[in-house]
């Protein structure tokens, strides 16, 4: 019987009983030792656990710069030894990308990553279309995150019967003109330059922080509306544990699928993801603005990830222009939450909405990702007092994603069940 046990405890699972990390080595190809041990969040003389040593792992696998990242653990009586070994490569990678239809427009991206032998990745956007040009770069580099931006937009500015009004933008892949024209009040013509730069800070594995300071001028015909500067300048918090990973662009060169076999295979148990962000705006005569803008927004997500990788998904949000002209007002479209295209949105003081999705994955192998993702997102903006106007989204989108390709691409429908309109459209990226 004694000896049971001894077997038994020996047998235990490598942290049942939180062991101390004695120490941690590694292996690399391009980028130093100290630079790989800087991004492993898992050090010396903390607590062992699986759930926190997974994580750590975790946050290894998303530079998406490895080919392959093996972790090897030793027990020893005063702890465990992790050693780490490292196949880290660097990629530049080239697309071009083109959307045809009344909304024509093209562009050119350039993503990199570990050009610099620190694990960082970076990319560059110049693209345009027949409402304007925008440029877009951004570098991540450890813990710091910089990004810089430029568009400029001509656009007409249409008013519909109900509240609805159009919702323009160079890349928009659904498009108003001509389709409710029975419904129309008026329109303007306008044109709008941003220049947007944001830095954010990753506190800690969960914890970040941002400041995106932005100059925004609108041009309206006859100075109608509110023509001239609402520059501003925003602040946010976030907190996000064990959420999916982003776009893999290394995967194009053939790096980044160090975790390729870990996403294939089922999981032991049900896994949960948590997102909440919190950022306040604010611009006048300090910021060069024309106008006093106010506003707070708060959202939330989470999504239960199934043991058979299917993911069940929950979003919250509410926002509130304390004062903003009609430029800065809440929007419906930036309510929701990028599943659904609309030709049309709802603008006002305040707002909230909710939405859930679920992604079934018709086919998983080691080609690719066949998925279908059914989704309903409702928003509710308000002009003051008790009124109030609904914007309500539902349909599916079916996508398939190659592991060379990270980019999704597939089919969209969404119906609007406010205004009973419906689109069907292609999509690439995007909330899948």
Same mark, same amino acid.
């Given at each position: 019987?004694?000896?049971?046990?001894?077997?038994?405890?020996?047998?235990?699972?490598?942290?049942?009983?939180?062991?101390?990390?004695?120490?941690?080595?590694?292996?690399?190809?391009?980028?130093?030792?100290?630079?790989?041990?800087?991004?492993?969040?898992?050090?010396?003389?903390?607590?062992?656990?699986?759930?926190?040593?997974?994580?750590?792992?975790?946050?290894?696998?998303?530079?998406?710069?490895?080919?392959?990242?093996?972790?090897?653990?030793?027990?020893?009586?005063?702890?465990?030894?992790?050693?780490?070994?490292?196949?880290?490569?660097?990629?530049?990678?080239?697309?071009?990308?083109?959307?045809?239809?009344?909304?024509?427009?093209?562009?050119?991206?350039?993503?990199?990553?570990?050009?610099?032998?620190?694990?960082?990745?970076?990319?560059?956007?110049?693209?345009?279309?027949?409402?304007?040009?925008?440029?877009?770069?951004?570098?991540?580099?450890?813990?710091?995150?910089?990004?810089?931006?430029?568009?400029?937009?001509?656009?007409?500015?249409?008013?519909?019967?109900?509240?609805?009004?159009?919702?323009?933008?160079?890349?928009?892949?659904?498009?108003?003109?001509?389709?409710?024209?029975?419904?129309?009040?008026?329109?303007?013509?306008?044109?709008?330059?941003?220049?947007?730069?944001?830095?954010?800070? +990753?506190?800690?594995?969960?914890? /970040? !922080?941002? =400041?995106?300071?932005? #100059?925004?001028?609108? $041009?309206? @015909?006859?100075?109608? *509306?509110?023509?001239?500067?609402?520059?501003?300048?925003?602040?946010?918090?976030?907190?996000?544990?064990?959420?999916?990973?982003?776009?893999?662009?290394?995967?194009?060169?053939?790096?980044?699928?160090?975790?390729?076999?870990?996403?294939?295979?089922?999981?032991?148990?049900?896994?949960?993801?948590?997102?909440?962000?919190?950022?306040?705006?604010?611009?006048?005569?300090?910021?060069?603005?024309?106008?006093?803008?106010?506003?707070?927004?708060?959202?939330?997500?989470?999504?239960?990830?199934?043991?058979?990788?299917?993911?069940?998904?929950?979003?919250?949000?509410?926002?509130?222009?304390?004062?903003?002209?009609?430029?800065?007002?809440?929007?419906?479209?930036?309510?929701?939450?990028?599943?659904?295209?609309?030709?049309?949105?709802? +603008?006002?003081?305040?707002?909230? /909405? !909710?939405? =859930?999705?679920?992604? #079934?994955?018709?086919? $998983?192998? @080691?080609?690719?990702? *066949?998925?279908?993702?059914?989704?309903?997102?409702?928003?509710?903006?308000?002009?003051?007092?008790?009124?109030?106007?609904?914007?309500?989204?539902?349909?599916?989108?079916?996508?398939?994603?190659?592991?060379?390709?990270?980019?999704?691409?597939?089919?969209?429908?969404?119906?609007?069940?406010?205004?009973?309109?419906?689109?069907?459209?292609?999509?690439?990226?995007?909330?899948?």
């Amino acid at each position: 019987m004694k000896k049971f046990l001894v077997y038994l405890l020996c047998c235990l699972p490598l942290g049942a009983y939180g062991e101390t990390v004695h120490s941690v080595t590694a292996e690399t190809t391009r980028m130093s030792e100290e630079t790989l041990l800087k991004r492993f969040k898992l050090k010396a003389g903390e607590e062992f656990t699986e759930k926190e040593y997974q994580k750590a792992q975790d946050d290894l696998h998303r530079l998406r710069v490895f080919k392959t990242l093996k972790f090897i653990e030793q027990k020893r009586k005063d702890g465990v030894d992790i050693h780490i070994k490292a196949d880290d490569r660097s990629y530049v990678f080239p697309m071009v990308f083109a959307m045809s239809g009344k909304k024509r427009s093209a562009g050119m991206s350039l993503a990199s990553g570990n050009i610099l032998k620190q694990g960082e990745s970076a990319f560059l956007f110049v693209g345009g279309g027949r409402d304007g040009f925008a440029t877009h770069a951004g570098l991540s580099l450890g813990d710091d995150f910089f990004y810089v931006g430029y568009a400029h937009i001509n656009f007409e500015q249409s008013f519909y019967s109900g509240g609805w009004m159009s919702n323009p933008g160079i890349f928009s892949s659904a498009d108003d003109r001509g389709k409710h024209d029975d419904f129309k009040i008026g329109e303007v013509h306008g044109r709008q330059d941003d220049v947007t730069f944001t830095y954010r800070r +990753r506190l800690s594995r969960v914890w /970040s !922080a941002s =400041i995106t300071p932005q #100059y925004e001028y609108y $041009r309206y @015909k006859d100075d109608v *509306l509110d023509s001239g500067n609402h520059s501003h300048i925003s602040v946010g918090l976030q907190y996000a544990d064990d959420l999916r990973p982003g776009l893999n662009m290394g995967a194009l060169s053939g790096v980044g699928w160090s975790d390729k076999a870990h996403a294939l295979a089922d999981l032991p148990r049900v896994r949960t993801g948590k997102l909440a962000t919190v950022s306040y705006t604010a611009g006048g005569e300090w910021t060069g603005s024309d106008y006093e803008i106010q506003k707070l927004a708060l959202s939330g997500g989470y999504m239960w990830e199934l043991k058979t990788r299917h993911i069940l998904a929950v979003f919250a949000k509410a926002q509130r222009a304390m004062r903003a002209p009609f430029s800065n007002q809440i929007r419906s479209g930036d309510l929701l939450f990028g599943m659904g295209i609309y030709d049309r949105e709802q +603008r006002g003081k305040g707002g909230v /909405s !909710a939405g =859930i999705s679920f992604t #079934y994955f018709i086919l $998983r192998n @080691k080609t690719g990702l *066949l998925s279908l993702m059914p989704f309903y997102e409702q928003a509710y903006i308000t002009s003051g007092g008790n009124s109030y106007q609904p914007h309500t989204g539902v349909g599916a989108t079916l996508s398939y994603r190659l592991w060379r390709f990270p980019l999704p691409l597939g089919l969209n429908f969404t119906k609007n069940v406010n205004d009973g309109t419906h689109h069907i459209g292609f999509k690439i990226g995007g909330h899948f």
